[in-house]
């Protein structure tokens, strides 16, 4: 079956930076549109940043424009988000998803089709 699985998270302090890596496997991976998105405690899972197939077309939500970078490499079937300027408010669990054509990139997490088990980002302030 699918599996995306998500590393790179951990304790930062506010103004640092985490590199957040997804590994995709079981799947046409050049094919999938890639997205990033976060859970804080008690809140819901809410959009961070998304990349098209061919990585030529990306979107961020407002609050990390600028401060974070989504990428890929289909070569190695991964998604990364560089996170820069870190923020209290980014504390969140990071979950990495796929969503299948025809569906360029999206905002909306009906869109995704797998979800990796997300990883722990904590901003000390």
Not at 52 to 67: E, F, I, M, N, Q
Not at 95 to 121: L, N
């Amino acid at each position: 079956q699918v599996q995306l699985v998500e590393s790179g998270g951990g304790l930062v302090q506010a103004g640092g930076s985490l590199r957040l890596s997804c590994a995709a496997s079981r799947l046409s991976f050049s094919r999938y549109a890639m997205g990033w998105f976060r859970q804080a405690p008690g809140k819901e899972r809410d959009f961070v940043a998304t990349i098209s197939w061919s990585g030529d077309s990306t979107a961020y939500t407002d609050s990390v424009k600028g401060r974070f970078t989504i990428s890929r490499d289909n070569a190695k079937n991964m998604v990364y988000l560089q996170m820069n300027s870190l923020k209290p408010e980014d504390t969140a669990v990071y979950y990495c998803a796929a969503a299948a054509p025809p569906i360029r990139a999206s905002i909306r997490t009906s869109h995704y089709d797998y979800w990796g088990q997300g990883t722990q980002v904590t901003v000390s302030s």
